[in-house]
């Protein structure tokens, strides 16, 4: 059964984002669309991008079935680089980002949910581990990078200025309350000519507030969603240059649980799943 937030979460987005994906690392939540919209299934993991290959990868624990997109499809990754993951949850798109990054490289994921921090770090021991035993202390030491998970709001990163070459995020700026300071925050943690790829939901047009409470009651992953081009206008307004989308599809995971009829079901054609891609100055 989904969990009903505290008067503190209903006032704060943030307390209410946290109660919310605390109750999912600690399996008291089926997920985090009312147990429909995200899925840890390989059939959803496909449907949003992720290659067979990947899939296998990811750790088990780590795939909690909350992204909209693989932002790693269009990050070109290389070795040696500094890979920072806002809104890491369990650690899927850390674990995967290490294999490209090599020994050579870091990741670091930040959430704010110290529930998920811990899980994702019981994940990071756990692969560890396998590689270890599966290929000896040598053989693991060469492969992937390290993976670090800091607790942390991705508006107030627990960051270095200018110590990162990529930003990574799935399906978690969508939620924050103040969207133009996680941007700025993300510019501030790259070096100059450094990265950013998100995949995150977005909506084609505003929504009445009665059509987006409908929508958000069933799918909550497109709870804060803003409108395309505010989101793309947000990112430039923080500093990042050559934004773009570089790729956009309709999103209908979760569809399927509001009557055909029901504003959220027609708003529904109103969201769509980007990838937008940007740089640092």
């Not at 497109?222 to 989101?231: I, K, L, Q, T």
Request: aromatic share 4%; hydrophobic share 45%; charged share 25%.
């Amino acid at each position: 059964m989904t969990s009903s937030p505290t008067n503190t979460a209903a006032t704060d987005p943030r307390a209410t984002v946290r109660e919310k994906y605390g109750a999912i690392a600690e399996g008291r939540d089926p997920g985090c669309c009312a147990g429909s919209c995200c899925s840890d299934t390989p059939d959803v993991l496909d449907r949003i991008g992720y290659t067979p290959e990947q899939a296998a990868a990811i750790p088990a624990g780590a795939n909690l079935g909350l992204g909209c997109g693989n932002p790693l499809a269009w990050a070109d990754l290389r070795a040696g680089e500094t890979v920072l993951d806002l809104g890491s949850g369990a650690g899927i798109d850390c674990f995967l980002a290490a294999r490209e990054v090599g020994s050579t490289g870091r990741v670091i994921g930040v959430d704010m949910t110290p529930a998920m921090i811990e899980r994702a770090r019981a994940n990071a021991a756990t692969s560890a581990g396998a590689a270890g035993a599966a290929a000896g202390a040598a053989g693991a030491a060469a492969g992937a990078a390290a993976v670090e998970f800091r607790l942390g709001e991705i508006e107030h990163l627990p960051v270095a200025d200018a110590s990162v070459d990529v930003v990574i995020s799935n399906c978690v700026i969508n939620l924050s309350p103040d969207k133009p300071q996680a941007f700025r925050e993300a510019l501030r943690a790259l070096r100059p000519a450094g990265r950013m790829l998100v995949s995150d939901l977005v909506l084609t047009h505003a929504l009445d507030d009665r059509t987006r409470a409908d929508l958000e009651q069933h799918v909550g992953c497109v709870a804060g969603a803003a409108v395309r081009e505010d989101y793309l206008g947000m990112m430039r307004d923080a500093g990042f240059a050559d934004v773009e989308i570089v790729e956009e599809s309709g999103y209908d995971v979760g569809a399927d649980r509001l009557a055909a009829d029901s504003p959220g079901r027609i708003a529904f054609a109103a969201v769509r799943s980007v990838k937008v891609r940007a740089r640092k100055p």
